[in-house]
């Protein structure tokens, strides 16, 4: 089998998937007006990192998500221990976009056969990642199915819920962000839990266990930025890479100087796939960004860099693009 060359290749086509996604969007978006006036009823719309609904003078906030093919990886290398971090933190992560704070957290483990011993593996990483969110675990799911979840014997799959809070005028919803604006990027863990189906078809088995390192937890920082700085929009570098950025305010684009990327991705880079496929893909070694006002921009690295690598990658521009330029690689391009 030939090696894929793009994540469409791989077996993932985010373009019929954003085309799905909204032609599942385009049916539950009639339940937004349920429970109008009432609590429970729903801020916004769908497409932010997160949901809202009214909680007197409170929002509650909502993400799901799971861990995706990177559990293949741990049932590869039969390590379970931190794929709960990874559950957590591609929720908590999406919460804290929108200026809310974690609350709680459900899981949902589905396995191909019951195993003690996998679910209390996985357990560790769900109490080590509620640990960095500060956040309790108040409930979950267990099934077993055999017949749907699929391994060598030990197959899972791994997803869970998170509820956040935070008073409404708090909201970051990124409609303050205008041009000249400051891009802070904040330094990844690798490849967290995105594009894996095309990492693991080209990288080989003795990279597994460096695409196994756990997703970053940006909780404590953003939390303590949010409360120090007016910040104006935040995006979780997940899926879909930089186009994350789209969803902060339309209309409005980003010219990005962004650091030489991790050695993980330059394998995948040198095994043929095209660089502006990469950063549509994976998060190339900053896995969190911040907007700021120019004014803000030393505070806020002051604040973010006591917890992990943070540094201005850029600034906000009217033309609705993102213009990259990646030092290092010395390669330029437009998304």
Known sequence: MATPK???SSGVDISVEEKSIGALVSVI???LSY?????????????????????GEYALSLA???VGSKVLVAQKLKKYDTVGIDVIAMNVNDIICNGATPIAFVDYIALEKTSEYMLKEIAKGLLEGAKQSNMPIVGGETATLPDIIKGTGEGFDLAGTCLGVVKK????????IQ?????????????HSNGLTLARKVLGIEDYPELLIPTRIYVKQILELVENVKVKGMAHITGSGLLNLK?????????LELPEPPLIFKK???AGVEITEMYKTFNMGTGFMVIVNEEDKDKSLEILNKHYPAYVIGKVIENDMIKVHVKGLEKSFTL
């Open 247 to 255: 969803r902060l305010k339309k209309g409005m684009g980003f010219e």
């Open 6 to 8: 793009d994540y469409k």
């Open 268 to 270: 995948i880079i040198a």
């Open 179 to 191: 041009s000249g604006d400051i891009v802070i990027g904040i330094a990844s863990s690798g490849i």
């Open 29 to 31: 978006k009639e339940t």
């Open 169 to 176: 005028d708090k909201i970051i919803s990124g409609k303050d």
């Open 64 to 66: 799901t998500d799971g």
């Open 35 to 55: 429970r109008k006036g009432q609590i429970g009823a729903a801020i916004g719309d769908i497409g932010s990192f997160s949901g809202f609904i009214e909680f």
